[in-house]
T-cell receptor
């Protein structure tokens, strides 16, 4: 079983749609959780950290359920510029980042 | 530009040749990481350094892979006797280590894209 699993998509949505990505992780000792964004042929960049209480950054909301080892990302009012691959990431002991395969989002006008 | 830099950006080589990639981290960052990303996959952790010490290398893909960070600044990743399966994007990232913090954001460089013919 992969350490971090995501639905690879692609998710094709119109502008203005709400889209949700899900992710599960296998190592219960994981300490930190993130969503990274990666544009085509570019490096990954941190989108947001994910906390157990849930957290929001503008149109983006992230949730963590430690009991079920589940992470989610909700994007509201999708923009064309949101088109990218979204990587679910966990971190153990502050060193290696463990990435999922990524979920591809394509927002169309 | 004060971000993480990597050189070369692209490398094409023939099977069996050795290649070396360089990473220059953000100047005040004492941790440096190497990842590999193949098409359709997320980045895969290879190894990391804290200053000049290589603290984790069990995930290096084979004994053909080695990394150094001799003075705790830039790092090199070498692949000996390259194989076609080594074709991938090799990403470097850096971060600081702050006391009392379990995680510090890793900033990624643009990567070196390796093609083995």
């Amino acid at each position: 079983r992969k350490e971090v699993e995501q639905d690879p998509g692609p998710f094709n949505v119109p502008e203005g749609a709400t889209v949700a990505f899900n992710c599960t992780y296998s190592n219960s000792a994981s300490q930190s959780f993130f969503w990274y964004r990666q544009d085509c042929r570019k490096e990954p960049k941190l989108l947001m950290s994910v906390y157990s209480s849930g957290n929001e950054d503008g149109r983006f909301t992230a949730q963590l359920n430690r009991a079920s080892q589940y992470i989610s990302l909700l994007i509201r009012d999708s923009k064309l510029s949101d088109s990218a691959t979204y990587l679910c990431v966990v971190n153990q002991a502050g060193t290696a980042l463990i990435f999922g395969k990524g979920t591809t989002l394509s927002v169309s006008s | 530009d004060t971000g993480v830099s990597q050189n070369p950006r692209h490398k094409i080589t023939k099977r069996g040749q050795n290649v070396t990639f360089r990473c220059d981290p953000i100047s005040e960052h004492n941790r440096l990481y190497w990842y590999r990303q193949t098409l359709g996959q997320g980045p895969e952790f290879l190894t990391y350094f804290q200053n000049e010490a290589q603290l984790e290398k069990s995930r290096l893909l084979s004994d053909r892979f080695s990394a150094e960070r001799p003075k705790g600044s830039f790092s090199t990743l070498e692949i000996q006797r390259t194989e076609q399966g080594d074709s991938a994007m090799y990403l470097c990232a850096s971060s600081t280590l702050r006391a009392g913090s379990s995680y510090n954001e890793q900033f990624f460089g643009p990567g070196t894209r390796l093609t083995v013919l």
